[in-house]
Nanobody, 121 residues
Framework: VQLVESGGGTVQFGESLRLSCAASGFTFSRYEMSWVRQAPGEGPEWIADISTGGGIISYGDSVRGRFIISRDNAKNTLYLQMNNLKPEDTALYYC???????????????WGQGTQVIVSS
């Protein structure tokens, strides 16, 4: 199993970024997927998940209305469109195989290496 995130960077308050996660080594279309982030000095925070077909989506309160999770099963890729970014969104963003219920249990899931997002005010 390999999950490779990309698309992070440094942006200004209110700007947007789109993260991607390229999945390989498993049948991507058969797994629910999540995004998890970890801010400096904080524990990991689940922020969104998506069903296998993309029709059922959930968001954490901190990102609902600003972030959009999506997937392209033909390309084995998970996305996170992040709009209206705030300094408190600064974190390392991870792509995780699995739904919210297990996403924070690292022993039960697979995580990518993360991509850094920095939002300046």
């Amino acid at each position: 199993v390999q999950l490779v995130e990309s698309g992070g960077g440094t942006v200004q308050f209110g700007e947007s970024l789109r993260l991607s996660c390229a999945a390989s080594g498993f049948t991507f279309s058969r797994y629910e997927m999540s995004w998890v982030r970890q801010a400096p000095g904080e524990g990991p925070e689940w922020i969104a998940d998506i069903s296998t077909g993309g029709g059922i989506i959930s968001y954490g309160d901190s990102v609902r209305g600003r972030f959009i999770i999506s997937r392209d099963n033909a390309k084995n890729t998970l996305y996170l469109q992040m709009n209206n970014l705030k300094p408190e969104d600064t974190a390392l963003y991870y792509c995780v195989r699995g739904p919210r219920s297990i996403a924070l249990h690292r022993a039960d899931t697979y995580w990518g290496q993360g991509t850094q997002v920095i939002v300046s005010s």
